[in-house]
């Protein structure tokens, strides 16, 4: 849904369709719906037909409030984080602290499968080494 300055009118705002969004950061029209739904963006834009219209704004908030869901975070968490945000530079901290403490989840859980997969790998070889010993 992007226009160009010499075609969009003065009530119109340039912006991204759901379709844009999706084909430039891989996550679901469904998935960014129900984010929507959830007051996720606050400040989205919406035609006069009832169309979101994603700013790059909307797009890093969608980017972060995705990583932040994939790392664990409750939509309730997601949403106190959404309305910290709203506040500005007097949630700043606590922020800072939520994005912290799913960071430091995150590398708990990456050393984990990183472990895991480690052992998984060496059993795989084990067991290939087997088959190549047995006789036919």
């Known amino acids: 849904m992007k226009t160009s300055d010499s075609t969009k009118s003065s009530h119109e705002v340039q912006g991204l369709g759901i379709n844009d969004v999706v084909d430039l950061t891989g996550i679901s029209a469904?998935?960014?719906?129900y984010y929507d739904?959830?007051?996720?963006?606050?400040?989205?834009?919406?035609?006069?037909?009832?169309?979101r219209i994603f700013t790059d704004r909307d797009v890093h908030q969608l980017k972060l409030v995705d990583a932040l869901?994939?790392?664990g975070l409750s939509i309730e968490g997601i949403r106190y984080f959404v309305r910290l945000a709203k506040r500005g530079e007097d949630?700043?901290?606590?922020?800072?602290?939520?994005?912290?403490?799913?960071t430091t989840a995150l590398e708990y859980q990456i050393a984990e499968a990183e472990e895991s997969l480690a052992l998984l790998r060496a059993e795989l070889e084990s067991l290939k080494s087997q088959i190549d010993e047995e006789p036919f």
């Open 30 to 33: 469904f998935t960014i719906r």
């Open 37 to 51: 739904k959830c007051g996720f963006f606050p400040n989205l834009i919406r035609s006069k037909r009832g169309v």
């Open 69 to 71: 869901r994939r790392s």
């Open 91 to 102: 949630s700043v901290n606590d922020r800072r602290e939520i994005i912290q403490t799913q």
